[in-house]
């Protein structure tokens, strides 16, 4: 698979510092839709740095179903302004630097999820372009051992698994049900789950030819949801995990005070429904589970897309049928 690196600086400056063009190449969408909205432009503006922000040099995206979903207009209520560059997840190089910046300095190669509430006023230039303008907080410094195209499929999907385990009190010697573990949130929360929390028993849901891959990230049981019916199971959970809208369901296999925490869909007490929070410093908090190696990016096969396939991307996406993420590189 493809070994990601950085882009060269401009030479004919020193190295720290890189030339930066006003328009740029990258995908916008002026009204909502399917894929088809979505356009290829060479004359995007490239966004303006504040004093708290910096400008990265777009190297890998991920894709993520909040962008299609905002692109449907499911959240046009607290959207930012059409046009839109789509686009959460960003890996890519630090190039220019607001004045109040103090922990990046131009070369700095970073990731991170752009928008810090990712329904209310997303970022308006977005990933999925040459360069994007992010707040230094929402940002860490990528580890040495991942390249690009696994660092930019970690931060909107990893963040929320941290965030959901966390609001769900979840902790060391608790059991957990993950229902829909195959997928980009779902294949993490299942390593957090055993590798940073301790769970003492990890089970998750997924077709048949997916059982597998949830075992080797941790699940000690794999459940087969074309063929069993997790409700009709003996066994109960501390903490259920919903990533694919079953939370009337979650709540029937959850034990007498434990937590049901959901992603998308309906849900009834005990379970809650929440929206990640995107923070640099949970991606800096798991940085070192990321070196060892203990929690590991789970990238689609289908994956990376070259920027010029990002409908394809998409469209694939929107299948539902994604085995961890969908990322889009050379950017
Ligand atoms: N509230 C929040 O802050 C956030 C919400 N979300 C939401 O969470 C959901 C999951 O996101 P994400 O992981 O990126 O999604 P993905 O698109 O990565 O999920 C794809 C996976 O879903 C699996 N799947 C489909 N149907 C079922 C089913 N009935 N039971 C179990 N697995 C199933 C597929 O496996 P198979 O092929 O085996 O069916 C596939 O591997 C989305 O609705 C997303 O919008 C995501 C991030 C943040
Ligand atoms: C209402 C949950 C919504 O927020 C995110 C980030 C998604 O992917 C959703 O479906």
């Known amino acids: 698979r493809v070994s990601a690196t950085s882009p060269k600086p401009a030479t004919e400056t020193a190295v720290d510092t890189f030339t930066v063009p006003s328009e740029m190449k990258g995908w916008v969408y002026d009204e909502y839709g ?3 909205v979505l356009k290829y432009s060479s004359n995007v503006t ?18 993520n179903p909040v962008d299609f979903k905002r692109r449907l207009g499911k959240f046009q209520a607290t959207d930012s302004a059409l046009p839109t560059v789509p686009g959460y997840d960003v890996a890519g190089v630090v190039v220019k630097v607001g004045k109040q910046v103090k922990g990046l300095k131009p070369g700095d190669e970073v990731y991170g999820d752009i928008s810090e509430k990712a329904l209310d006023g997303p970022k308006q230039s977005g990933s999925l ?11 860490a410094l990528k580890p040495k051992n991942l390249d690009f195209v696994q660092a930019a499929s970690l931060p909107l999907a990893i963040e929320t698994a ?7 009190g979840f902790s060391e010697g608790k059991s957990i049900l993950i229902l ?10 299942i390593q957090l789950a055993k590798q940073v929390f301790g769970a003492s028993k990890v089970a998750a849901t997924a077709s048949t030819s997916k059982l597998e891959l949830l075992k080797s990230l941790g699940a000690d049981l794999a459940i087969d949801y074309t063929k069993e019916d997790f409700e009709q199971l003996p066994d109960k959970y501390d903490v259920v995990f919903d990533a694919i809208g079953q939370g009337e369901k979650a709540v029937k296999v959850v034990k007498e005070g434990g937590s049901v ?10 379970g809650f ?7 640099g410093s949970t991606l800096t908090k798991l940085n070192p589970y990321l070196e060892s190696g203990k929690v590991k990016a789970v990238i689609d096969p289908n994956s990376p897309f070259p920027i010029d396939r990002v409908k394809e991307a998409f469209s694939y996406l ?14």
């Open 34 to 36: 399917g894929v088809d």
């Open 46 to 63: 490239v966004p303006s740095v504040n004093d708290d922000q910096v400008l990265v040099k777009v190297v890998a995206a991920a894709l």
């Open 129 to 139: 372009a040459e360069y994007t303008a992010v707040e230094e907080k929402l940002l």
């Open 162 to 168: 941290y965030e959901g385990l966390e609001r769900a």
């Open 180 to 189: 829909n573990g195959a997928g980009g949130v779902g294949s993490l929360t």
């Open 261 to 270: 925490v959901v992603l998308t869909g309906a849900v009834s007490p005990p």
């Open 273 to 279: 429904r929440f929206v990640v929070t995107s923070t």
């Open 318 to 331: 929107e299948t539902g049928r994604a085995t961890g993420k969908v990322v889009v590189y050379p950017v």
